[in-house]
T-cell receptor, first 110, second 112 residues
């Protein structure tokens, strides 16, 4: 069974702190995607990681992919309240569909 | 780019009824997928259409069906609604899946 697991599931952090969200997956996938979802809203694409060793950064977020370890990380630098949301990773195991992770609900406290 | 638009935004149906959800893909995108997202969970793949043909299906029963039209707009139909069908239904389109999907704002379906 294909599994995509994220940890932590819930994260409460102070503004200005750094933290990393982990995404582990159980199947071969050369591509991995990160999405953000605000409460009651749709999914916003953050990063598309297309190969082993890929690293992308946008503002306070940086994502990386290690396909050999089947691991992706989403690193948050100097968190601000606006980053509060649920973050999902998704893999595409060589087929036409995405398998989404369990989601990490992030709350940044002022 | 016009984005991915879905209608209606909210819907309440009674168990046993049928529902049709609609999606207009982003301009030029010939691939559309539908996902079901239950409260507090990640989206689950329902099916995908490519150039009007079903291109793959997730673990959903046949009462979930779809269509894609020549202009790449799409419909999701659900027959014999069950309480567990209550969820946010997301439409996503892409020019090429590896480019990443653009998701619509979703339709919140409540079955009572």
């Amino acid at each position: 069974e294909l599994k995509v697991e994220q940890n932590p599931l819930f994260l409460s952090m102070q503004e200005g702190k750094n933290y990393t969200i982990y995404c582990n997956y159980s199947t071969t996938s050369d591509r991995l995607y990160w999405y953000r979802q605000d409460p009651g809203k749709s999914l916003e694409s953050l990063f598309v990681l297309l190969s082993n060793g890929a690293v992308k950064q946008e503002g306070r977020l940086m994502a990386s992919l290690d396909t050999k370890a089947r691991l992706s990380t989403l690193h948050i630098t100097a968190a601000v309240h606006d980053l509060s949301a649920t973050y999902f990773c998704a893999v595409e195991p060589g087929t036409y569909k995405y398998i989404f992770g369990t989601g990490t609900r992030l709350k940044v406290l002022a | 780019e016009t984005g991915v638009t879905q209608s209606p935004t909210h819907l309440i149906k009674t168990r046993g009824q049928q529902v049709t959800l609609r999606c207009s893909s982003q301009s030029g995108h010939n691939t559309v997928s539908w996902y079901q997202q239950a409260l507090g969970q990640g989206p689950q793949f329902i099916f995908q259409y490519y150039r009007e043909e079903e291109n793959g299906r997730g673990n959903f029963p046949p009462r979930f069906s779809g269509l894609q039209f020549p202009n790449y707009s799409s419909e999701l139909n659900v027959n014999a609604l069950e309480l567990d069908d209550s969820a946010l239904y997301l439409c996503a389109s892409s020019l090429k899946v590896s480019y990443g999907y653009t998701f619509g704002s979703g339709t919140r379906l409540t079955v009572v």
